[in-house]
């Protein structure tokens, strides 16, 4: 593994949207395992080996000697209804026919894993983070912890907020899955010292309204006018620094 050039104390990976939706297959063969199917053979990565996998062996594992740090924005778990395949399945391509297929699937691979490893992973947070990379990652012995709590750990941001009279954040969706994410841990974390919160986001969803509970107090759009996809992906930062000027605008009047 090339980062063991740097010598590094801890390894942190942050987990996120991903396309591959097979639980971290190829990150355990990159380490030294070997999936194969009945006959022996390897299976092929993605779906169609999440589908034939039978075994694990090992040629040589070879994890990273220094400790792992996953961080997961959403804690989702592996399977069931509110897993990741029928969270974020469709939005992978996968028609709704084929998501409770998948699902046993991943149920299955994680056992697997689980008699491998000779540990319990399908029920630790964040296990179906990453398409189920994070299920990979439990495996090799990462520690798991809640992305947003850790990085404003990391900062001591909770030393500033004695001094402040808002705090403006933004992210791109908030909704029912997003109980995790930088908007709802800083409401909770805001509440107790009664500092206001005001967030900018790209997408309201399911359920948002519940994070006006703590210190949230304004919900603002990022787009100003109707936009395509396309182009709000294009002007983003624009975007974000005109919503946030008018934000300032409102609060100095």
Not at 53 to 58: G, L, M
Not at 118 to 127: E, M
Not at 183 to 195: D, E
Request: net charge negative.
């Amino acid at each position: 593994m090339d980062v063991m050039r740097y010598h590094p104390r801890q390894i942190i990976i942050t987990l996120g949207d991903v396309m591959v939706h097979d639980g971290g297959m190829g990150l355990l063969e990159y380490f030294g395992l070997r999936f194969v199917d009945e006959q022996g053979a390897d299976v092929p990565r993605g779906l169609r080996g999440l589908e034939r996998v039978h075994h694990i062996t090992q040629t040589e594992l070879h994890i990273p000697p220094v400790p792992l740090v996953m961080l997961y924005p959403r804690a989702l778990p592996l399977t069931g209804k509110e897993g990741v395949t029928f969270t974020d399945g469709s939005v992978k391509g996968l028609s709704p026919y084929q998501l409770p297929v998948i699902d046993v699937q991943m149920q299955h691979y994680a056992q697997l894993l689980e008699e491998f490893f000779s540990t319990p992973l399908l029920d630790q947070p964040g296990a179906g983070e990453g398409g189920g990379l994070g299920l990979a990652l439990l495996g090799m012995g990462a520690q798991s912890r809640a992305a947003a709590d850790y990085l404003l750990d990391l900062l001591h941001l909770d030393t500033y907020w004695s001094n402040v009279q808002w705090v403006l954040t933004a992210q791109m969706t908030l909704d029912k899955t997003q109980n995790l994410s930088l908007v709802a841990t800083l409401s909770r974390r805001l509440a107790p010292l009664a500092v206001p919160l005001v967030a900018i986001v790209e997408r309201l969803g399911d359920q948002y309204m519940q994070f006006y509970n703590q210190a949230l107090k304004g919900i603002y759009p990022l787009v100003d006018k109707p936009r395509s996809a396309r182009e709000v992906e294009r002007m983003r930062i624009h975007l974000l620094e005109q919503a946030a000027f008018r934000i300032a605008m409102w609060m100095a009047s």
